[in-house]
């Protein structure tokens, strides 16, 4: 879609970034941030990107910078170790060839995946951008073993809180939900009757391939209306007030779901956003709460009390 028909469905003044990267697409940020050479060739071609679009910011959304994405059965994390110090030096590269335009990054919300923000890194990393997307959701992915939420409450403020401790500033962070529901097929003969710590089937294959028995399903209408265990997981789903996350084991399927709420998103505002004075909030993505809009209509009276 051309860039004036975007702007056309917001509110005059709205900012349109130039996004780069996202999940599997990171060869891209490895090679250019091997060394000054390849990163001032990079940040060159951002700019001009972005001058010759028309877009009024960048967002880098490198998944992950120090390994675990989706190559790292491939590229083994003992290969990346370099990225912890040259993530920081890249954006500030970009930062510098795109001037007055703003710059943000995506970060991850799993600890385990902060290879590159450490307590050293993060104060550089925070100096350069302009605001951060934390990615609060997938807090579960294929790569467990036992069940728990994918974007509670507890666990989007102890990402946050990792964050804020390593020397990131609060309000330059925005907080993410998840416009999707998650599932996970638990193992043969499990019994999950409580809301995490459940055993999984096995999810992912040595090589870090999908053993395709977990999956993600968005809030959008078709989903409703096609998926008969997401309507169901919907219709009986258990909130686990103590950790804040909704949740629904399938005795029929052996399928376990996690996802967000409205009432959710409210207390994430008030636990969250405002207890540790973050900046913002962000949602991946819009689009997927089609069906009847109740999570961005939560997220818009969040943002209206802040």
Partial sequence: MPLDQIRALFDRGTKVCMAI????????????????????????????????LGYDCVDVDWEYPGGNGQDYGQIPNEQKVSEIETYPLL??????????RELSIAVPGREADMIAFTAEQVPKIDKTV????????????????ATNHHTSVEGSLQTVDIYIQRGMTPSKMNLGFAFFAKYFTTKDGAQCLEPTGCPTAVLESADGSDTHLSGAVTFETDNYNSNAAFANALKNGKQDSARGGQWFWDACTGIYWTWDTPDLI?????????????GGVMAWSLAEDSHDWSHSKAVQAGVKEL
Avoid: C, P, Q
């Fill in 21 to 52: 990267g996202g999940w599997g697409d990171t060869s891209g940020f490895s090679a250019g941030a091997v060394n000054e050479e390849s990163r001032k060739r990079y940040a060159k071609n951002v700019a001009e990107a972005v001058d010759r």
């Fill in 91 to 100: 954006l500030a590269e970009i930062k510098a060839a795109i001037g007055r």
């Fill in 130 to 145: 302009d605001f951060i997307n934390v990615m609060t959701y997938d807090l579960m992915n294929r790569r467990d073993n």
């Fill in 266 to 278: 409210a207390r994430k505002f008030k636990e969250i956003v405002s207890a540790r004075k973050l």
